[in-house]
């Protein structure tokens, strides 16, 4: 299910989706369901605009076959890897996050998902100076954090600024504002994004579960659907734009084990090309609390279930970073 909105085609206007709407028609199935010459009667539109545009809608949204070899040649020649700043999740990641894909950190409350997204921002802006949309949607992110951050990488407060300029926040708290967002910087090609210098190499949405979840199950049959267009328009984002997408879940437990396991169901489950899931490490003193595990569970390059150990505080320590920097720019060359 595809919500219609103003803008996806020629003709497609603020005006006539209202119209639409009131007649009922709020989606392309809905519209290509239609019959279309009543429903230009309704609307008070020529039945030929209507017809150009449920053609159009149609074309974008029917499937076509593409090669294999042409497939690969694109990802040969597009594919991006941006180092985390951390080299335990780069090692698991098989050297970091890739443009063009969804990567996933599950876990916990408390497990750091939120803290590894900072760091991971900061390093993203201050090391490879490239830009980072940071759409936050349980209000955790704070400036204040970030800054604290970049005072353990530079004491010079102008690259401080440089580099806070280089992370735009969104702060939304529904699914509706997440794919309205996610749908404008889509039609903006991300470039009014790019603020402060460098383009954008990467969207983090923290968390994203935090507003899918609510509307699955219960009286909200239509939060699959919702899920599904948050999925797609994410995907679509990192692959035409060659971004790298980061988004974190949280977790529940089942099997008959009742082991953890991401949240937000199997549908999901085949959107994150990489899961990852953070948890707290076993018997860690005070003095060691930031200590987590990080478990590849799922991959297409790795053997899912290594583990690694790593340390919170590790973006907030200070070091060079040549190294993510160097990755960066030998897979652009």
């Known amino acids: 299910m595809v919500v219609l909105r103003e803008g996806m085609c020629p003709g497609l206007d603020e005006d006539l989706v209202r119209d639409l709407r009131a007649a009922d028609i709020k989606t392309v199935e809905d519209l290509v369901a239609s019959d279309t010459e009543a429903l230009a009667q309704k609307c008070s539109v020529s039945y030929k605009a209507l017809f150009a545009i449920r053609r159009v809608l149609l074309a974008q949204h029917t499937a076509f076959p593409v090669s294999g070899a042409d497939l690969y040649e694109e990802l040969l020649s597009s594919t991006a890897i941006i180092s985390t700043g951390n080299p335990s999740l780069d090692k698991l990641l098989d050297s970091g996050l890739y443009t063009g894909e969804i990567t996933e950190l599950s876990g916990g409350p408390g497990s750091g998902k939120s803290q590894v997204c900072f760091g991971v921002a900061v390093h993203i802006s201050y090391q490879l100076k490239q830009g980072v949309i940071y759409i936050d949607t349980t209000g955790g992110m704070t400036a204040s954090r970030l800054l604290q951050m970049l005072q353990t990488e530079t004491s010079n407060k102008e690259e401080q600024m440089e580099a806070l300029q280089r992370i735009r926040i969104f702060r939304l708290f529904d699914?509706?504002?997440?794919?309205e967002c996610l749908y404008s910087l889509q039609g903006s090609g991300l470039q009014q994004a790019s603020v402060g210098?460098?383009?954008?190499?990467a969207v983090i949405v923290d968390s994203v579960s935090a507003?899918?979840?609510p509307l699955l199950?219960?009286?909200?049959?239509e939060g699959m659907s919702l899920m599904i267009q948050v999925a797609r328009v994410l995907k679509t984002m990192a692959k035409d734009f060659n971004v790298a997408t980061l988004v974190t879940n949280h977790v529940t437990r089942g099997g008959s084990s009742g082991e953890v396991q991401p949240g937000l169901g199997v549908s999901w489950s085949h959107i994150p090309r990489t899961r990852i899931l953070l948890e707290r490490m076993e018997k860690t003193t005070i003095?060691?609390?930031?200590?987590r595990t990080a478990t590849l569970i799922k991959s297409s390059r790795q053997p899912c279930h290594i583990k690694e150990e790593f340390d919170l505080q590790w973006w907030s320590r200070s070091k060079d970073g040549s190294s993510g920097k160097r990755k960066l720019d030998d897979t652009d060359s």
Not at 175 to 179: A, E, G, T, Y
């Open 217 to 221: 199950g219960g009286k909200y049959n």
């Open 197 to 201: 210098g460098g383009s954008v190499k």
């Open 287 to 291: 003095s060691h609390s930031s200590l």
């Open 211 to 213: 507003v899918i979840s």
């Open 175 to 179: 699914v509706f504002s997440l794919l």
